[in-house]
């Protein structure tokens, strides 16, 4: 979906390139449509697992998660004596990231 909305130059790829150019003004337009590119491709990922997530078992979603950077961070918090703030970036599949902190 991601390269389709790409190849097609919908207007998210417009979209994504202007708030790219507008985050990192020093890049050069190569690297800004390499990054759009990606993101699409992402976007279009997670499109694309959002009914996954709403139909499979949950251990089959957990199954999908490959990589947790800073997982250690949470096994290290202490339970009971504050609360725990979790801080994500906005691309992502948000139903996986709630099964995941769920469990």
């Known amino acids: 979906m991601g390269n389709i909305a790409w190849k097609?130059?919908?207007?998210?790829a417009d979209t994504t390139k202007k708030n790219l150019r507008a985050c990192y003004p020093g890049f050069s337009n190569a690297?800004?449509?390499?990054?759009?590119?990606?993101?699409?491709?992402?976007?279009?990922?997670?499109?694309?697992e959002l009914p996954l997530m709403w139909e499979w078992p949950v251990e089959k979603c957990m199954d999908l998660i490959v990589e947790i950077e800073g997982e250690e961070l949470l096994d290290?918090?202490?339970?009971?004596?504050?609360?725990?703030?979790?801080?994500?970036?906005?691309?992502?599949?948000?139903?996986?990231?709630?099964?995941?902190?769920?469990?």
């Open 8 to 12: 097609l130059n919908f207007r998210s």
């Open 31 to 48: 690297q800004i449509e390499e990054f759009a590119r990606q993101s699409l491709c992402e976007t279009g990922a997670t499109a694309m």
């Open 76 to 103: 290290n918090y202490e339970t009971g004596k504050r609360g725990l703030l979790l801080l994500a970036p906005h691309l992502g599949n948000w139903e996986l990231a709630g099964l995941f902190f769920a469990n």
